[in-house]
């Protein structure tokens, strides 16, 4: 319990420490916003920062930091770092950079920004690989929501009379602007994702339930190895790609930059400490990390969320639990929609104000999306993982560009640059090793996945220096 409280306190240290050293770095000034300066009245809205904060937790969050840390959680309480510290010096940062960036291009999405920062070639890539990445992912929630509500419903009303229903709210939801549904409903659902967590955090606490103290040792009872695949496992509790295509949407409507830590960076921690709750309720309820695997190959995450939350807060916790597995999924799948339509608006220069330009774009992906409904679930998932942490590592590689190009502390892209490094060495060790991937050996993948971040490293160490020559150009003139 101890380790838990204190992963807690380093977190809040976190975002009024570290979180304020970014912001002094990336230097919010008094520019006007997207939200001000556009105001299109469907995706430029503005909104009041208490607002777009909850709106920004959940397109981040839904059932990632639940799911993801509940799997995560069995590889023991080593998860609880990765939880901390990947939140605070990557996750928070990312999430940071990519809504402040945005916000400076006129609410662009990560795949213009990178056409910006690292080249049309990378627009391109970044382009296609956003628009499957949000796919897959409004895909993927989709069907966890849709068996839970079959089972609670009449025979009748079955798994895909209830897919059908939620892709008519995704079509809602995509088209019609942003202070209209998503606005209005966000900001409840948001506060609804966090009585969830305090609820459970409760339960652990009076219901006597033992949070056991961090270790280094790996507890996965099928041995799977903690590098690279717990840092795969938990993505929206640390640091996640998906957010990088959120972090713009919300960029749209915050009314000053000053709002932009509290915002970006903030919903992050939020978010770490929602998945740190998580990751505890699991290991805590079940006792060992063998039974709570158990547990989730047998019940599926949402089974696991379920039993914990009725027998540690009885049927209020049900309750609870029946809103955060249908409710949290869906509201990341109907923004991942809406954020695959902004950015193929982008590549297609159709204005979005038109509704019939709204579903030119919008009808064919949610086509795209039923059809992947039909595939199974766990393999979706695997990919998803895997691009979700690769599109991460490339926004965080846009953010090195831009504060290296823009920003007068030159040696501030190292908050960057540093986790970018890491993710590199994570998503290639990760795809030499999985059998989705290559499905190499230890031996070869660890020495790729090393040498693959070590030139990356290079190439960034070679770019700074060129930077910091330029700037001493520029001072002697």
Same mark, same amino acid.
């Given at each position: 319990?101890?380790?838990?409280?204190?992963?807690?306190?380093?977190?809040?240290?976190?975002?009024?420490?570290?979180?304020?050293?970014?912001?002094?770095?990336?230097?919010?000034?008094?520019?006007?916003?997207?939200?001000?300066?556009?105001?299109? =009245?469907?995706?430029?809205?503005?909104?009041? &920062?208490?607002?777009?904060? +909850?709106?920004?937790?959940?397109?981040?969050?839904?059932?990632? &930091?639940?799911?993801?840390?509940?799997?995560?959680?069995?590889?023991?309480?080593?998860?609880?770092?990765?939880?901390?510290?990947?939140?605070?010096?990557?996750?928070?940062?990312?999430?940071? /950079?990519?809504?402040?960036?945005?916000?400076?291009?006129?609410?662009?999405?990560?795949?213009?920004?990178?056409?910006?920062?690292?080249?049309?070639? @990378? $627009?391109?890539?970044? $382009? @296609?690989?956003?628009?499957?990445?949000?796919? *897959?992912?409004?895909?993927?929630?989709?069907?966890?929501?849709?068996?839970?509500?079959?089972?609670?419903?009449?025979?009748?009303?079955?798994?895909?009379?209830?897919?059908?229903?939620?892709?008519?709210?995704?079509?809602?939801?995509? +088209?019609?602007?942003?202070?209209?549904?998503?606005?209005?409903?966000?900001?409840?659902?948001?506060?609804?994702?966090?009585? /969830?967590?305090?609820?459970?955090?409760?339960?652990?606490?009076?219901?006597?339930?033992?949070?056991?103290?961090?270790?280094?040792?790996?507890?996965?009872?099928?041995?799977?190895?903690?590098?690279?695949? /717990?840092?795969?496992?938990?993505?929206?509790?640390?640091?996640?790609?998906?957010?990088?295509?959120?972090?713009?949407?919300?960029?749209?409507?915050?009314?000053?930059?000053?709002?932009? $830590?509290?915002?970006?960076?903030?919903?992050?921690?939020?978010?770490?400490?929602?998945?740190?709750?998580?990751?505890?309720?699991?290991?805590?309820?079940?006792?060992?990390?063998?039974?709570?695997?158990?547990?989730?190959?047998? $019940? =599926?995450?949402?089974?696991?969320?379920?039993?914990?939350?009725?027998?540690?807060?009885? &049927?209020?916790?049900?309750?609870?639990?029946?809103?955060?597995?249908?409710?949290?999924?869906?509201?990341?799948?109907?923004?991942?929609?809406?954020?695959?339509?902004?950015?193929?608006?982008?590549?297609?220069?159709?204005?979005?104000?038109?509704?019939?330009?709204?579903?030119?774009?919008?009808?064919?992906? *949610?086509?795209? =999306?039923?059809?992947?409904?039909?595939?199974?679930?766990?393999?979706?998932?695997?990919?998803?993982?895997?691009?979700?942490?690769?599109?991460?590592?490339?926004? +965080?590689?846009?953010?090195?560009?831009?504060?290296?190009?823009?920003?007068?502390?030159?040696?501030?892209?190292?908050?960057?640059?540093?986790?970018?490094?890491?993710?590199?060495?994570?998503?290639?060790?990760?795809? /030499?090793?999985?059998?989705? =991937?290559?499905?190499?050996?230890?031996?070869?993948?660890?020495?790729?996945?090393?040498?693959?971040?070590?030139?990356?490293?290079?190439?960034?160490?070679?770019?700074?220096?060129?930077?910091?020559?330029?700037?001493?150009?520029?001072?002697?003139?």
């Amino acid at each position: 319990m101890i380790s838990f409280v204190l992963s807690l306190v380093v977190l809040l240290v976190g975002f009024l420490v570290y979180g304020r050293v970014v912001d002094k770095i990336f230097g919010p000034d008094d520019r006007t916003t997207p939200a001000i300066a556009i105001n299109d =009245g469907v995706d430029c809205v503005p909104m009041k &920062p208490w607002k777009a904060f +909850l709106v920004q937790l959940l397109n981040i969050a839904g059932t990632g &930091p639940i799911f993801g840390a509940l799997m995560g959680a069995c590889f023991g309480p080593v998860v609880f770092l990765w939880i901390v510290f990947g939140s605070i010096l990557g996750g928070a940062v990312h999430d940071y /950079m990519c809504g402040m960036i945005s916000s400076r291009h006129e609410g662009h999405s990560i795949a213009e920004l990178s056409g910006v920062y690292l080249g049309n070639v @990378a $627009r391109w890539v970044m $382009r @296609a690989f956003s628009v499957v990445l949000l796919v *897959l992912c409004g895909t993927v929630f989709v069907n966890s929501p849709a068996a839970l509500i079959a089972d609670l419903t009449p025979e009748f009303l079955n798994v895909n009379f209830w897919v059908v229903v939620i892709l008519l709210y995704y079509v809602l939801a995509t +088209l019609l602007p942003i202070d209209k549904v998503i606005g209005r409903l966000y900001p409840i659902f948001g506060i609804i994702l966090i009585a /969830m967590a305090v609820s459970v955090i409760g339960g652990i606490t009076l219901g006597g339930y033992t949070i056991p103290e961090i270790s280094l040792k790996n507890l996965h009872p099928d041995g799977m190895p903690i590098w690279p695949f /717990m840092f795969v496992t938990v993505a929206c509790g640390a640091i996640s790609g998906f957010h990088a295509t959120q972090s713009p949407m919300v960029a749209k409507c915050i009314t000053h930059e000053k709002y932009g $830590r509290n915002v970006f960076y903030g919903a992050m921690i939020a978010e770490a400490v929602i998945a740190l709750i998580w990751a505890a309720a699991g290991v805590a309820f079940y006792g060992t990390t063998q039974m709570l695997n158990e547990a989730l190959t047998a $019940r =599926g995450q949402s089974g696991v969320v379920y039993d914990i939350c009725v027998k540690m807060l009885g &049927p209020a916790g049900g309750v609870l639990a029946i809103v955060g597995v249908v409710v949290c999924p869906i509201t990341s799948g109907d923004t991942a929609f809406r954020s695959a339509r902004l950015i193929l608006s982008e590549s297609t220069n159709l204005n979005q104000k038109s509704i019939r330009n709204r579903l030119i774009i919008t009808l064919p992906l *949610l086509t795209a =999306g039923a059809i992947l409904t039909r595939l199974d679930f766990n393999v979706l998932w695997r990919y998803f993982s895997w691009s979700n942490q690769t599109l991460a590592m490339i926004a +965080l590689w846009v953010a090195t560009s831009y504060l290296l190009r823009e920003n007068k502390y030159r040696f501030g892209s190292l908050l960057t640059a540093c986790p970018a490094v890491f993710m590199v060495g994570v998503v290639t060790t990760y795809i /030499m090793m999985a059998k989705e =991937g290559f499905s190499l050996s230890a031996g070869i993948a660890y020495p790729v996945g090393i040498c693959v971040a070590v030139i990356f490293a290079c190439i960034y160490g070679v770019q700074l220096s060129r930077s910091l020559k330029e700037k001493g150009t520029q001072n002697l003139h």
